[in-house]
């Protein structure tokens, strides 16, 4: 069984599937029309929303590797600006374990649902160290792996695991990336990229890299979701390939 660093199973519980999966009364449609509603509704100078907004442009703009204390600010800042506070208390999130290899190779994130300690149900986000600490990609693919599982807790939280339908890539889902990539601007997150190009997140040392070795080996990408990273499976399998095991 596949487990984080601090021990947790990134397994959903199967049991609470089987005993609660009808007790999730929201559809999808309607858990995206609360986050557009919510949304819609914050006043134009939100302090909420401007925070969330200078973080994640001081966090695209750092040198600097992302702290864990931004992404829960993120995290919280997110929840308060989007999703109506509906994720306080139930989200968690870790970095992948080495032995977890197919966070090497295939998951850049994934989101599971189980039983909450203190009753309920709660998700937890695992991140692929390995790919989104490389120091060839700038933060912004850390951001938007990051929000892209946020989306999917979200409509765990609300939906259950109805939200597994068509791999998690509801409608809804498309509705709630499509809001969150028109606030933070064209081209920017590209959250509406269901799997992850690494080409569009290169730093100036990976595009470098990435130039050489093309000149190299002529290899092309033909947006075909292979990514140039330092080694072969990060070019052939690295993407948002979310899934629930």
Not at 34 to 46: G, I, K, M, Q
Not at 84 to 108: A, C, D, N, Y
Not at 159 to 182: E, P
Not at 219 to 225: I, L, S, Y
Request: charged content about 20%; some cysteine.
């Amino acid at each position: 069984m596949e487990r984080t660093l601090s021990g947790t199973s990134i397994i959903s519980d199967m049991s609470f599937e089987l005993r609660h999966s009808n007790t999730f009364t929201c559809r999808d449609e309607e858990a995206a029309l609360r986050v557009e509603a919510h949304f819609n509704n914050l006043s134009p100078h939100d302090q909420y929303e401007q925070q969330l907004r200078s973080l994640i442009r001081s966090l695209i703009k750092s040198p600097l590797p992302v702290e864990d204390v931004a992404l829960n600010n993120i995290l919280d800042l997110a929840d308060l600006v989007f999703f109506g506070s509906k994720l306080s208390g139930r989200v968690r999130w870790e970095w992948s374990h080495p032995s977890q290899k197919r966070f090497e190779t295939e998951l850049i994130g994934t989101t599971a649902l189980r039983f909450a300690a203190q009753g309920g149900y709660e998700t937890l986000i695992v991140l692929s160290e390995p790919i989104l600490k490389h120091p060839d990609y700038d933060r912004r693919l850390l951001l938007s792996a990051f929000l892209h599982e946020l989306v999917h807790c979200y409509l765990f939280i609300q939906c259950g695991f109805n939200a597994k339908s068509h791999g998690g890539h509801t409608h809804g889902f498309h509705t709630i990336v499509n809001i969150i990539d028109r606030w933070a601007g064209s081209g920017c997150l590209r959250l509406c990229e269901m799997k992850a190009n690494l080409n569009h997140f290169l730093n100036d040392r990976g595009r470098a890299i990435d130039a050489k070795r093309e000149a190299l080996q002529s290899h092309r990408h033909d947006g075909c979701n292979q990514s140039p990273g330092p080694q072969r499976e990060f070019w052939e399998h690295a993407g948002f390939h979310v899934g629930w095991a």
